[in-house]
DNA sequence: ACTACGATCCAA
DNA sequence: TGGATCGTAGTA
């Protein structure tokens, strides 16, 4: 099976709103050593920025945000809640801070092996819109953690495919308690695999 | 050293 | 709606 090409470096290395709503519609792909493979197409996403007091970069660089510093085209996972992985894409040029947080995917390949990986994680009941219908719930099923980040995202083991364009609407952010003002969330309305309608 | 909390998820 | 669960960051 042929799987789709890695979108380049400067695809990220773009404004990270702009970033945001163009994410929407490509393909996460994951490919473990033992050749499984996880697809998904992306149809939820926000937008962090450097100058966000929502953004884990606001406060400056740490060691655990020091990857949103570095170059465009990376995976930014953090561990949060003491149970669960996000997965962010860095964005913006080397030195900006920047990052766009996969909030949900549809499942396009490997259904059967998220499954399994949700269920490891907890999850007892599973219909299939539950699959990757969250942050913590997609890095459940696409098996990545702190492992992950800094991983690039145009490499052989995860990276993110060309997908068609969908029909994209936008929203404030979600579970924040500052910045709620802001739309700066980017969602396929009408997909039954976004977190929330 | 101590404390409060978080870009979440699940079952009730 | 409340509990699980712990790394991170801010304060002392």
């Known amino acids: 099976m042929t799987t789709p090409e890695a979108l380049p470096t400067a695809f990220y290395a773009r404004p990270t709103l702009e970033v945001a709503a163009a994410l929407i519609g490509k393909r996460l792909v994951r490919r473990e050593r033992s050749g499984a493979l996880t697809i998904g197409r992306i149809v939820e996403t926000e937008a962090y920025l450097a100058d966000d007091p929502a953004c884990h970069a606001f406060r400056g ?40 947080l996969l909030r949900a995917v549809e499942p396009e390949a490997g259904a059967a092996l998220m499954r399994r990986r949700r269920r490891r994680g907890g999850a007892r009941t599973l219909r299939d819109r539950d699959l990757c219908s969250g942050p913590g719930k997609l890095c459940q099923a696409f098996k990545l953690d702190r492992r992950d980040d800094g991983v690039s995202l145009t490499g052989r083991r995860l990276w993110i495919a060309d997908g068609e364009p969908l029909p ?25 695999h976004v977190s929330r309608g």
Request: aromatic letters at 14%; one cysteine or more; proline letters at 8%.
């Open 168 to 192: 994209t609407e936008r929203s404030p952010r979600i579970g924040l308690k500052v910045a709620t003002d802001v739309e700066w969330r980017f969602f396929a309305p009408g997909s039954p």
């Open 61 to 100: 660089r740490t060691a655990r945000n020091a990857v949103m510093f570095g170059p465009p085209g990376v995976a930014y996972v953090y561990f949060i809640y003491g149970m669960y992985h996000c997965l962010n894409a860095v964005t913006e040029a080397e030195g900006v801070a920047g990052a766009v």
